[in-house]
Nanobody, 121 residues
């Protein structure tokens, strides 16, 4: 099983980035997929979750209206479009797969290694 995030980098406040997570080794389309993020000294926090079909989506309040999660099951890829980025969005972003619908960090079956997003002028 592999989850490989990409698309992170340095962006100015107000800018946009699109993260991708390429999945392999499991049946991607039947898994709920999640984005989490973590900054040094803080616990990893939930960002967003999407069901296997893409019909059920949820966001953390801190990113609602600015971030959009999506998936392409034909390409086994998860996305996170991040707009209106703020310095407080700076973190390592992780994708994670869960067979169930829980967004609890402890419920995740598989994790990627993360991609760093830095929002700074």
């Amino acid at each position: 099983v592999q989850l490989v995030e990409s698309g992170g980098g340095l962006v100015q406040p107000g800018g946009s980035l699109r993260l991708s997570c390429a999945a392999s080794g499991f049946t991607f389309s039947i898994y709920y997929m999640n984005w989490f993020r973590q900054t040094p000294g803080k616990e990893r926090e939930f960002v967003s979750i999407i069901s296997g079909s893409g019909s059920n989506i949820r966001y953390a309040d801190s990113v609602k209206g600015r971030f959009t999660i999506s998936r392409d099951n034909a390409k086994n890829t998860l996305y996170l479009q991040m707009n209106s980025l703020k310095p407080e969005d700076t973190a390592v972003y992780y994708c994670a797969a869960n067979r169930g619908s829980s967004a609890s960090m402890n419920a995740m079956d598989y994790w990627g290694k993360g991609t760093l997003v830095t929002v700074s002028s």
